[in-house]
């Protein structure tokens, strides 16, 4: 059998971005789709914040693919110095088969692509594909650039993430598999009586960490300490990134003051200004140092504080600080941070472990959350702005 042309399709790597988290993904590029696709698994290393949207679509020969439920919006960062790209996208479990089908023999060596940087360095290499960019954004992602080789069978096409290569190659395959990028799976007989039975188990406790939420964890066991008085000292999960704090201050001045004036007509705000002091009376707060208040804004932060009021239980007011406002920069303080794994058990651990004994206790510690320390490295992290009879004061 003679060899014969085999298409291959343009993928790239793109740096994709969701609320301040950024991950490298590779991603398939397809005119033929009018939508854009992500997996779960891009979506969960993101965390990104998930759109619930029900609807269904169709692919070749009209094949129904099963109902779709979520959606994400994602923002696309080009390797040059253009604005970034924001893409509504389709969550699926799968977009495809790893791609190319078949490892690309002799196309990275062509004269024409000398001096091009890559999109996807592994492109003749059979991978998995985290997202799919379709017609919707294929326009913005695209650039004037184009090359063809001499044999007009491979064409580099521009793009924000560098040069992308798609055509033919000569090659004799072993079978007669096509390769399309659709979603549906069908499931077994066998598949089907299993995920039955597995309904009836108990969820297993253990469970693979992503690799920032172990970063997090690994930051935890090297920087944790414990003082003079025996208390936990911990220092902030910080993300290696480029985006920086802007000033803080004015707007938690101006969420102070709109509490206040709240809190005011419901006769509430002299709690509020009593649990703020408490705070400097039992030692969990300082004032800012005179020479302190001129720091550069990216190495502080204000958090906004508001009273919420509950009268149902034991204590009446409570402050909430805000760390997810955004400072002049657009970025707030927890964009900055690793958000780290969730910790709460399971809901059937938390049954099962209250059905073993005859007698269950419910415990209210107080001021949990104050009895861990946060390292001085840290503190200009976490002012906030005390009642004072002249002017608000600053605390951390």
Known sequence: MKDRPIAFL???????????????????????????????????RLKAKKIRKSTSFTGISQISVPTWRYQVDLDLIPNSDQPNISVRAIVLDRISGDLPGFPLHGVREQPFLQGKKLADPLFDQP?????????????EILLQGHATSANRMT???ETIFSWTLRGKVLSEPKTDRVHLCDS???????????????????PESSFALIDEDQQDVDHFQKSHSRDVDGRYVVQLP???????????????????????RSLEKRGNYADFEKALREYELLG???AVPIHDLRKPECETFYLPAHGVVNSSTTTKLRVVFDASAKSSSGVSLNDTLL??????????????????HPIALCADISQMFREVGLHPDDRDLHRF??????EEQCMI
């Open 184 to 202: 549906a799976e069908e499931s077994s007989t066998d598949d089907l009586l299993r995920a039955f039975f597995r309904v009836e188990q108990a």
């Open 238 to 260: 910080k993300r290696n990134t480029s985006i920086a704090l802007g000033c803080s201050r004015d707007q938690a001045h101006r969420r102070y003051i709109q509490n206040r």
């Open 10 to 44: 343009a993928t790239c790597l793109a740096t994709v971005s969701a609320g301040g988290r950024i991950q490298k993904a590779r991603a398939l590029m397809d005119s033929g789709s009018t939508l854009s696709f992500v997996t779960t698994k891009l979506v969960q």
């Open 339 to 356: 958000q780290g794994p969730n910790l709460y058990p399971l809901l059937t651990s938390v049954t099962l472990a209250f059905r073993s």
């Open 155 to 157: 064409h580099a096409c």
């Open 127 to 139: 991978g998995s594909i985290d997202l799919l960019f379709g017609a919707d954004i294929l326009d």
């Open 284 to 286: 969990h707060a300082e």
């Open 385 to 390: 702005l005390q009642p004072n009879p002249m």
